[in-house]
């Protein structure tokens, strides 16, 4: 039996923070750091305070024998997930902890949530869970298949993966109501589902959506751009671009930039990264990684981050000019890309800011990396057991295994105690 409940946050948000406080060995009336902010005890006896200023504090209220497994940053919310279907909507600004629900997988981890218009759903296995932005519970969507993939949403849209016909692509509306059972049988409920796009492979990763079109990746290889209509956007052979391998991870896509220069990435694991245009699908750019990728390329503004099994965290370049005579004076984009850096160490793109990369490597430390260089300029000497991957700003959110949810500013430089020359 799945719970949904709220939490009174008078009884939760400051028991929480006063016992993380307690736990960070906060005083009541901390005494100001150099920095102005309130001086705060280093996680773990790790991270010097004056590196890392604490925004915020909170320990999270689990269940025995339950721990966050999924961290996703939304608008102005942190999502901390367990295994149990536990979701913990925490405030990016103070980290109060806006509610606790339990919500409905439908028998397996639900994935993550899509804030719409007017709602904030969570995809189960054959279900959508919708909410009200403050945590109520609206309604439940049955729907007549299995959801493969995390779903990206628009205006109160979702386009997703289902396990249909060896796969495909649904659009989902999510404002239909459906009537209670008041008679025997009951009525038939209305489709929620206004079209399905046959993709001939699975669509695990998460589509990109951007102005009316969705691009979505499957395991037949294919690169897809659907408009709102389902009709192809792309008028390449099989309308779709082919990256010689399965797509098994999310789609990237840049968030800013004008129409022409924005980029839709997709990695495959025939062990290419592609970059192709967001109008007509042709190839900008790409990476040939020496192992299958099996998971999707982080994108930032100026960078793409993409993990290389077996290799690391591999960091390039969204620009890379070539010149084409001796006094540089034409230049044009290099098609063969090249990493800046590799860091072996690291599995997952943290923050950024304009000097140094976060990362965290596959037992939970902190790293900071040189931007341009990889070279290691700082580690952090603990562990976290759970990191949120931040392209909006340097700010690291990460839970420890007790459930303690931190925001870090980091403010490291060179000749800073801990940092590495």
Known sequence: MYRRFLLPLALVAAPCLAAALC?????????????GAAAVQPVSGGLDPELFHHIWINLLPLEPGDSVNHLYLRKDTLFAITPRNAVFAIDLRTGSLKYLRYVNGGGREVGAPVILTDSIVFPGQS??????????????????????????????????????????????????????????????????????LMTFGEVRGRPAYYKGVVFVGSGDGALRAVNADRTPAWTLERDSYDTGGQILGDIGIDATGKDDDIGVYAASDSGRLVCVNRADGRLKWQYLAPYPLTTGPVVTATSVYQFVPNDGLAAL??????????????????VNRTPRWVCHEAVQLVSEDGDLTYVAT??????????QT???????????????????????????????????????APGSPGYIE
Do not use: H
């Open 374 to 412: 990889g070279q290691i300029r700082f580690r952090s000497g603990i562990t976290f057991s759970i990191y949120a991957t931040n392209v909006t700003d340097s700010t690291i959110y990460a839970v420890t295994a007790d459930g303690t949810a931190y925001a870090l500013k980091p403010a490291l």
């Open 317 to 334: 370049s969204k620009s890379d000019l070539m010149d084409l005579d001796p006094d540089g004076k034409r230049k044009v984009q290099t």
């Open 127 to 196: 279900n959508l869970e919708v909410y009200t932005p403050s945590g109520d519970f609206v309604k439940s969507f049955p729907l007549d298949f299995t959801i493969s993939s995390n779903p990206v949403g628009a205006a109160n849209e979702l386009f997703m993966g289902i396990d249909v016909s060896g796969g495909e692509l649904a659009d989902v509306d999510t404002t239909l109501n459906f009537p209670p059972p008041t008679q025997f049988p009951p009525p038939p409920a209305p489709s929620p589902v206004i079209w399905r």
């Open 23 to 35: 736990l960070a060995g906060c005083s009541a009336a901390p005494q100001a750091s150099k920095s």
């Open 362 to 371: 596959a037992d939970g430390e902190l790293l900071a990396l040189d931007s």
